[in-house]
C-alpha cells in the first residue's frame, strides 16, 4: 500500500462523542434510532452539558437510552416521559431535561402528557421518533402508520375509515402557544443528518434560553417490522413518508416575541 | 384407542391464538387492545380474523382508552374481549372497578409478565394479587381463570364469557409467557352455552320501554351501601357455584402440590418422576383463582402430611393457601420470581420433602 | 420416549418454520408435542431459536434448560447454548457458518453439516439451509419419521409457496442422506 493510500485510511473523519457510550447496541441494522442517539450525544457535548443532563427514556426500542447516553436517565412508564419530564425540570429548573420517545410512545398512549407539556410551554425537549410502528412489541399500527400500510394489527392495511389519518404531531405541537420550537427532520442521507444536527441544536437552544417547549420529530426506519431491507427501508423515508411528513421548522420562537 | 380419530381433530396452536379461537366460538365479535409484549398474538390474530366474521377489532390509543371501550361495547349488550399484560392491566384497573360497579360483563386477559414496573417479558405469576382481590378501587370481585395448556387456554375462553354474562360482572384469564406463547395440539370441543345471553339491561334506545342506565354512582341515602350488599352476595353465590379445581393423584399422595398455571404445568413433570420413584405426590391444581377452592384444600391438607406451595413469585396464593387451613405446619413454599421452577428443581424439593437424599 | 431439541440461528434462516414442521409431524404420529419460540425483544438484533418436546406422556415443561439436542445455524447460538446441552447429548452445526473446532466437548455427538452450501449447490436455494438441517437432525434422532415431515411440509407453507414443496422435501433428503453417510 502507498503512503497515500494508508492516510486515507487513517484519517480521523469522525470520533465517538463523549456522551456516547461505548457498547454494541441492540438495534437491529439499518434501524435509525443509533443516528438518532448519535446526535444527541453530539449536542449534549456541543454544549458541555453531559453533567447537568437528565434524560427520560421512553418504553420502545428506545427503552435502553441508559445505557448509551452517559448522562443520567429516568425510565418513565410508556407514554409518560413528558410528565417525569415535567416533575425532573419543575424540582431543577437548571437542569437540562429531555425526553427520548417512539410514536407508540408519544402520538398514541402518551398523546395526553405530551400535549400538555407544549401547552404549559414545560421547558424541556423532546426527541421524537417516528418509525410508523411500534418496533417493540412486533411491528404493529401505530397513530403514525402510513394510509394502506400493512403491519401486524393492520393486515389488510390501514384504512382511514377504521383507524383515522396518519398523524402529524410536529405540526399539531406547533400549534400550542407554549411550543418555542417544532421541527421535522430525516436522516436517511448525510445532508439530512447534518440539517438533524442543526434542528436538535436549536431546540436545546430553546431550553437554555428558558423559551419553552421544544421538540424534534426524526422520520425513522424499522426495516425488521417493515419486512424490509435497510436500502429499501431508506428509500421509503426518502419517498412516501417525507411526501406525508413534509421536513422542516413548523415554530421557532424569536427572543423578542417572547419577551 | 383410535388414535387416527384422536389424531384428526387435534389443530397445533399458539395458547394465545387458541384464546382468541374459544373466544369467536363463544360469540365474540369485538376486540380492543393495545400492544404488549408477550400477548400481541391475540390482537394481531383478532385483527386478522374478526373482520372476516363481520366482527369489530380496533386498536385503542391506549389501555385506558381500551377499558372504556370495553364499558361501551359491553353496555350495547356485546361479547367483547381485550388482553394484555402487567403494564396496560394496571391502566385498565379504573375501568374494571368501574365496569364491576356497574355490573358489565367482559372478559379480560392478562398474560402475565415480570414486575414491578417495566420489569421483564419473562413469564411470571406476580399479578396473583392484583387480579384476585382486584387492584382497582372500591373492593369488588371477579372470577379469575387459570390455563395450564393450550387447551385450556381455548375452554376457559369459552367458559369466561359465560361466567361474565351469568354475573354480569367482568372475568379474567390469568395466563403468562409460557402458556401464552408455547403451541400444542388441542382439540376444539363445541361451545355449549351455560347461560342465556339475553341483555334487557343493555343500552340499546328506549324504544318501547323506558330509558334505563349502566351506571355505578350512587349517590341518594344508603343507596351505595345496598348496592355493595348486592353485588356482595353475587360474589359469594360464585364461591358457592363457580370453584374449579383439578385433582391430579391426589389419592393417597403424602406430598400435595400447590400450584396453579405454568407452575403447575411444570409440576406435573416433577410429580410423574417422584411417583415413579414410589413417593406419594399428587397436586391440588386451582383452575379457579377467585373463587379460591378453599374447601378442597382443607380437606386435603387434613390427609397429607405436607402441602408444597409453587408459584413464580414470592408468595401470594400462599396467602390464601394460609387462610384456608389451619394446618399452617405443614404448607412449604417454592417461589420462583420471575422466573419458571425447572422439574428438576420440583421433583429435588418432592424427594428431600419425602426424606430421600439428592 | 421423551425427547427435546432447541433449534437456534438468524432471524430468516427459517428456525421457526423447521420447529414447527416437527411439531406437527410429532402431532400427526399422535404423540405430546409443544413448541416454545423466543419472543419479544429476544428477537431483536435478528436472532432467533425455539424449543421442541416430544414425548409419549403428557408434558410437563414446555421450556428445557439442559436439552438433550441442539440445532445450530450460526455461530453465536453455539456460543450460546453449547454448554446447557446435556452430556452425550446430540449436536448439528451448520457448518457453513459455524467452526467444528469452536464445539470442544467431547461428550457429544456431533454433525457437522455444511446446510447452506447442500441447500444452495444440491438443493438450488441456500433459503432451505435449516430444512437440510431438520433432515439431518431427524435421521440422527428418529424424533420423528421422515415421511411424516414431508407430508406435513404442506401445513407450513403458505398456498403462495405451494410450489417450492418439492424443493424442501429435496433439502430434508438431502440432510438425510448426509447425516447418513456420516454417522
Ligand atoms: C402500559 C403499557 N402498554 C404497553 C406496553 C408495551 N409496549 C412496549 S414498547 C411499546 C411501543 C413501542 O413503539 P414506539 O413507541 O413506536 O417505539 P419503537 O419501539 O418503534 O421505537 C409498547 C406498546 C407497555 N410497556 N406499557
Ligand atoms: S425493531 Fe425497528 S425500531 Fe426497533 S431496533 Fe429494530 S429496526 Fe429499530
Redesign the interface.
Known sequence: MTDRGKDRFTKKVYARPKSLVDVKSHFCPGCHHGIAHRILAETIDHFGLREQTVGVACVGCAVFLYDYIDVDVAEAPHGRAPAVATGVKRAQPDKFVFTYQGDGDLAAIGTSEVIHAANRGENITVLFVNNTTYGMTGGQMAPTTMLGQKTSTSPYGRDFRKDGYPIKMAELLATLEGTAYSARVATSTPAQIRKAKEAVKKAFEMQIKEMGFSIVEFLSTCPTNWGMKPLDAQKRVLGEMSEYFPLGVYKERKQADFL | MNVAARVEQRVFMKGNEAICVGAIAAGCRFYYGYPITPQNDIPEYMSAHLPTIGGTFLQAESEVATINFILGTSASGKRVMTSSSGPGISLMQEGLSYMAGSELPAVVVNISRSGPGLGGIAPSQGDYFQAVKCGGHGGYRMPVLAPHSVQEMYSLAMLAFDLADKYRNPAMILGDAIVGQMKEPFTQTPYVPTVSQEKPWALTGCAGRPRQHVKSLYLKDNAIEVHNWKLHRKYLKMQEEEVRYEDYHLDGAKIAVVAFGTAARVSKTAIQWARREGIAAGMLRPITLFPFPGAQLEEIAKRVDVLLVIEMNTGQMLEDVKASTTFHDKIRFLGKPCAMPTPEEIHGELRKLAGRGR | MTTDVIMAGF?GQGILMIG?LL??AA??E?R??????A???E????TANCTVVLSD???????V?RPRACVVMNGPSLDRYLPAIREGGDLVINRSLVDPAKVGRKDLRLLAIPANDIAREVVGSQQLASMVALGAYVQRTGAVRMQTLFDCLPKVISKKYEKFIPLNVNALKEGESFARNHA
Open positions: 432471524g414447527n411439531s406437527i402431532m400427526e399422535g405430546h408435542v409443544t413448541y416454545f419460540p419472543y419479544g425483544v428477537m431483536r438484533g435478528g406422556e403428557e408434558i410437563g415443561s414446555p421450556v434448560g
